[in-house]
């Protein structure tokens, strides 16, 4: 990944932060993944009354780009308003091992932009996979 890439995607999970739906928690969080063809998807944490119901930003990012026919994926960025570089969630992990490599980059990130990076793999050992 390029470091003009890397800082886009960066900047991208940081911007998709600002539309989080968050009237219960507050606790806004983006996410950005770039296709391996340079295509930004951002996504946003979105709540309900109904927690469970709450989509985080990072499988709201995947299942964008999947909808839209992408499943190709270099790097996925995740921002908090975070005092240390946010971690995703497991059902969040268990996502990207569907969609990403395990080798695939994740770079976690902190409201005063350090950043923590790591892979897939690294996130999530011993994943479900393909059973077949």
Do not use: H, W
């Not at 998709?16 to 969080?29: G, I, L, M, T």
């Not at 908090?80 to 969630?89: A, L």
């Amino acid at each position: 990944m390029t470091v003009t890439n890397k800082d886009k995607v960066i900047e991208a999970a940081r911007l998709a932060a600002e539309n989080a739906y968050v009237p219960y928690s507050k606790f806004r969080v983006g996410a950005a993944l770039i296709t391996k063809n340079g295509e930004i998807f951002q996504g946003c944490n979105i709540e309900n009354a109904s927690f469970g119901l709450t989509n985080c930003a990072e499988r709201t990012a995947i299942f964008k780009a999947v909808s839209e026919g992408y499943c190709d994926f270099e790097c996925l960025a995740v921002y908090g308003d975070t005092k240390e570089p946010i971690s995703p969630c497991g059902a969040c992990r268990q996502v990207m091992v569907e969609f990403f490599e395990s080798d695939s980059k994740v770079i976690l990130i902190a409201k005063d932009k350090s950043t923590v990076e790591m892979t897939v793999g690294e996130l999530l050992p011993y994943s479900f996979t393909d059973l077949q």
